[in-house]
């Protein structure tokens, strides 16, 4: 499904350009954290008991069967290990090089999975919108906070991440764009991919949203492949039904192994889907997600643009892209765990909205007032982060590290605030 035109080539290679420069950027930093995140642990040990002769098709985590999680993350982390890797973990003298080359072994699959996530959000720019528009939404998501905090790390919210943008970017090529066979199945199967990754919040994240819109707009909503809009369901009734076994073929077989094998397992899924007492933490307050807002850094200003960009044009693109973000977040409100890692799968159609008040930033008429207050505002929120921060760091009392010191060096903290103040005038 990818753009034939001249344009939409360049777009393309220049979306790739971006994945690139992402993973060569971030691979070295690989190996710097520890293994201190609750969600990487236990993927990681699971991985590691399974390369050490535990089972393989129901993993295990501490000698028991790991069957609140879907074992597809679990499966790719293990094959990344090397066994050589494996046998220095258990000599002393090795043991710290080891660990170094353990967390590049697992992590590297992650970030691969997170750069996949910035093409299929191409994708699904191109599809909701235009190639252009596509190119600026993969820019906005590779340099947003919330991907450079967990997109370095092998968990399932990142693996599930890029196969719902994935199968979201092939279900608006279907919906909008006419292609009903392709995007239809093959969104079916990277939504199967998703569900393997983390269970039904994947259907959540790709079919609610699909079904949302249609249901909204009526089966004219479809167009068909030869322009305007198919006015017959039975037209793409036969490719959303094979596209339904295909789904059912890839996500389904696992659970139903597990169903027959591991005594009282609906109850433990009953309580992952649900929340309900799957944690001693007290629930999340009901307005977690918004006040995750800024976590979208450094394109708050421009989110605020696209939406009322997209209050104003109302077209099917815009509907689609806010129905991928506010269906699945309203259904998950209901959901004691309210944590900004679950925004992750829906970082791609939040930058669709921050792309579309970036395009009209961009191509508004100059002079234009309105156009130099987001300006000042854009440029305020960036000197804020990206020059605040730092100052604060190695100057606030309450920003320190565990053994009293600065979390940045002054000396550190001014260079840092100097380039990135060159880099904002620039």
Same mark, same amino acid.
């Given at each position: 499904?990818?753009?034939?035109?001249?344009?939409?080539?360049?777009?393309?290679?220049?979306?790739? !350009?971006?994945?690139?420069?992402?993973?060569?950027?971030?691979?070295?930093?690989?190996?710097?954290?520890?293994?201190?995140?609750?969600?990487?642990?236990?993927?990681?040990?699971?991985?590691?008991?399974?390369?050490?002769?535990?089972?393989?098709?129901?993993?295990? %985590?501490?000698?028991?069967?790991?069957?609140?999680? =879907?074992?597809?993350? &679990?499966?790719?982390?293990?094959?990344? @290990?090397?066994?050589?890797?494996?046998?220095?973990?258990?000599?002393?003298?090795?043991?710290?090089?080891?660990?170094?080359?353990?967390?590049?072994?697992?992590?590297? $699959?992650?970030?691969? &999975?997170?750069?996949?996530?910035?093409?299929?959000?191409?994708?699904?720019?191109?599809?909701?919108?235009? =190639?252009?528009?596509?190119?600026?939404?993969?820019?906005?998501?590779?340099?947003? #906070?919330?991907?450079?905090?967990? %997109?370095?790390?092998?968990?399932? *919210?990142?693996? /599930?991440?890029?196969?719902?943008?994935?199968?979201?970017?092939?279900? +608006?090529?279907?919906?909008?764009?006419?292609?009903?066979?392709?995007?239809?199945?093959?969104?079916? @199967?990277?939504?199967?991919?998703?569900?393997?990754?983390?269970?039904?919040?994947?259907?959540?994240?790709?079919?609610?949203?699909?079904?949302?819109?249609?249901?909204?707009?009526?089966?004219?909503?479809?167009?068909?492949?030869?322009?305007?809009?198919?006015?017959?369901?039975?037209?793409? %009734?036969?490719?959303?039904?094979?596209?339904?076994?295909?789904?059912? !073929? #890839?996500?389904?077989?696992?659970?139903?192994?597990?169903?027959?094998?591991?005594?009282?397992?609906?109850?433990?899924?009953?309580?992952?889907?649900?929340?309900?007492?799957?944690?001693?933490?007290?629930?999340?307050?009901?307005?977690?997600?918004?006040?995750? #807002?800024?976590?979208?850094?450094?394109?708050?200003? @421009?989110?605020?643009?696209?939406?009322?960009?997209?209050?104003?044009?109302?077209?099917?693109?815009?509907?689609?892209?806010?129905?991928?973000? /506010?269906?699945?977040? !309203?259904?998950? $409100?209901?959901?004691?765990?309210?944590?900004?890692?679950?925004?992750?799968?829906?970082?791609?159609?939040?930058? %669709?909205?921050?792309?579309?008040?970036?395009?009209?930033?961009?191509? +508004?008429?100059? =002079?234009?007032?309105?156009?130099?207050?987001? $300006?000042?505002?854009?440029?305020?929120?960036?000197?804020?982060?990206? #020059?605040?921060?730092?100052? !604060?760091?190695?100057?606030?009392?309450?920003?320190?590290?565990?053994?009293?010191?600065?979390?940045?060096?002054? *000396?550190?903290?001014?260079?840092?605030?100097?380039?990135?103040?060159?880099?904002?005038?620039?």
């Amino acid at each position: 499904m990818a753009e034939s035109s001249p344009s939409g080539v360049k777009h393309l290679l220049l979306a790739l !350009l971006v994945a690139a420069g992402v993973f060569a950027g971030m691979a070295p930093t690989l190996t710097w954290p520890q293994f201190t995140g609750g969600n990487e642990n236990i993927v990681v040990q699971s991985a590691l008991e399974m390369r050490h002769g535990g089972p393989w098709l129901v993993p295990k %985590m501490l000698g028991e069967p790991r069957v609140k999680k =879907p074992p597809l993350v &679990a499966w790719i982390t293990a094959l990344s @290990m090397r066994q050589a890797t494996l046998d220095q973990l258990d000599s002393p003298a090795t043991r710290d090089q080891a660990y170094r080359d353990l967390a590049w072994q697992v992590r590297w $699959t992650g970030l691969l &999975a997170a750069c996949g996530m910035i093409v299929a959000t191409y994708f699904l720019g191109s599809a909701l919108f235009n =190639p252009r528009l596509g190119l600026l939404a993969a820019i906005v998501v590779a340099t947003t #906070i919330l991907f450079q905090k967990y %997109m370095r790390q092998s968990t399932s *919210d990142v693996h /599930l991440a890029m196969w719902v943008t994935v199968a979201n970017a092939c279900f +608006a090529y279907a919906i909008l764009r006419g292609r009903v066979w392709s995007g239809l199945l093959l969104g079916a @199967m990277a939504t199967g991919l998703a569900f393997l990754c983390k269970g039904p919040v994947a259907l959540l994240e790709t079919v609610l949203p699909m079904v949302g819109v249609i249901a909204f707009r009526g089966v004219g909503f479809i167009p068909s492949a030869r322009g305007g809009h198919e006015p017959q369901p039975t037209k793409w %009734m036969l490719p959303m039904l094979v596209g339904m076994a295909l789904f059912l !073929l #890839i996500a389904f077989p696992w659970f139903i192994h597990v169903y027959l094998t591991v005594p009282d397992v609906a109850g433990t899924w009953t309580t992952e889907v649900s929340r309900q007492g799957a944690s001693g933490l007290a629930p999340d307050p009901i307005y977690a997600y918004a006040i995750r #807002i800024p976590m979208n850094w450094p394109w708050v200003v @421009m989110l605020v643009v696209g939406i009322l960009v997209m209050c104003k044009a109302r077209s099917r693109g815009d509907l689609y892209a806010a129905a991928l973000v /506010l269906l699945p977040i !309203l259904v998950m $409100t209901f959901i004691p765990d309210r944590k900004e890692r679950y925004l992750l799968p829906m970082l791609a159609p939040l930058a %669709m909205i921050c792309a579309r008040g970036l395009l009209a930033w961009i191509d +508004a008429p100059k =002079p234009d007032r309105a156009g130099t207050w987001i $300006t000042i505002l854009h440029v305020f929120a960036l000197g804020l982060i990206c #020059i605040g921060f730092p100052i !604060l760091g190695s100057t606030h009392p309450e920003l320190r590290r565990l053994d009293g010191s600065p979390w940045y060096p002054r *000396d550190l903290a001014i260079w840092i605030a100097i380039g990135f103040a060159a880099v904002i005038a620039l």
